[in-house]
């Protein structure tokens, strides 16, 4: 049975060459190691689609109305007329509701589909105000969050892959190495018809303009994509990797970047889900194209 994962990983533009990317010059970051005007060869087969996060609206890109438009496939800020930082507001959340991926391959009969992710007790225990593009839509579509006992059981994988922040606030759970969690995410996405796994550690750092920190964190995360897709039967399933907008790839500014995102695919469909990924609207509908069988190569 065919299946898909979308990797979600925030604030990763494509940028260009120099010192304020820490892409450049850092070993072992293959498959993220992209840079404007270049040509480059993704390992395993990867076709990349440079991706225009602006949608058509003024400003910088941001976190609430990019994701609302991943996970939708609705041009959420032109929706709203403008780039939502932060956590989606009550017209994102209603965008997000009716028409997220998850209730889109639900409606399709697509099952089953799985956040990969795991939740602390912290966050149920003391719900924030205010929640991310994800939660919400995992949410509305009435599926369940992972915890720390299906993170313990191999069943899911923390934001920080590695549990090491986990750790640092006390919780009983073992240390992963990158290729460690690749491999329980494979197992996972193979178990499921459609998975979401969201990374956005590259975000703050990217804030933070924490050289040291995207030094040591990026050859991880690219280690962790690695195994992942060698893991992987390619043959039965497809990776999409995206970005919301722009940010560690220039960490000469604090800000979010305007550069496009790399949607970078991976195994069945790739060149065509590759060729149709012009803006972020372009992930939701190849997705469930491919899951609903309504395209086929
Ligand atoms: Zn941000």
Request: glycine share 8%.
């Amino acid at each position: 049975m065919e299946n898909v994962l979308l990797f979600f990983i925030d604030g990763l533009g494509i940028g260009t060459r120099g010192p304020h990317n820490p892409f450049d010059g850092l070993e072992e970051v293959a498959p993220l190691a992209i840079f404007q005007a270049e040509r480059t060869l993704v390992p395993f087969d990867g076709v990349l689609a440079p991706t225009d996060a602006c949608m058509g609206i003024a400003g910088r890109p941001q976190s609430a109305s990019g994701q609302t438009t991943i996970l939708t496939g609705i041009n959420a800020p032109a929706a709203i007329g403008y780039h939502k930082q932060g956590f989606p507001n009550q017209a994102l959340l209603d965008i997000i509701r009716e028409h997220s991926i998850f209730v889109q391959l639900k409606k399709a009969g697509i099952h089953p589909i799985a956040f990969a992710n795991t939740y602390t007790r912290a966050f149920f225990e003391s719900r924030p105000r205010w929640v991310s593009a994800t939660t919400a839509a995992v949410e509305a579509a009435g599926l369940s969050f992972n915890t720390l006992p299906d993170l313990i059981a191999g069943r899911a994988v923390y934001q920080d892959f590695t549990n090491a922040v986990l750790i640092e606030r006390g919780e009983e759970v073992n240390l992963r190495t990158p290729a460690e969690a690749g491999e329980c995410l494979a197992n996972i996405v193979a178990q499921n018809r459609f998975t979401l796994y969201e990374y956005f550690i590259t975000d703050k750092i990217g804030h933070a303009q924490d050289r040291e920190a995207a030094n040591r964190v990026l050859p991880m995360l690219a280690r962790f994509i690695r195994t992942l897709l060698a893991k992987l039967d390619l043959e039965r399933s497809t990776v999409i990797l995206t970005s919301d907008h722009g940010n560690i790839e220039d960490l000469s500014v604090r800000n979010h970047t305007l550069n496009p995102v790399p949607t970078i695919v991976w195994g069945k469909g790739r060149e065509m889900i590759a060729s149709r990924t012009r803006s972020l609207v372009d992930i939701t509908p190849a997705i469930v194209e491919r899951l609903t069988g309504a395209v086929r190569n």
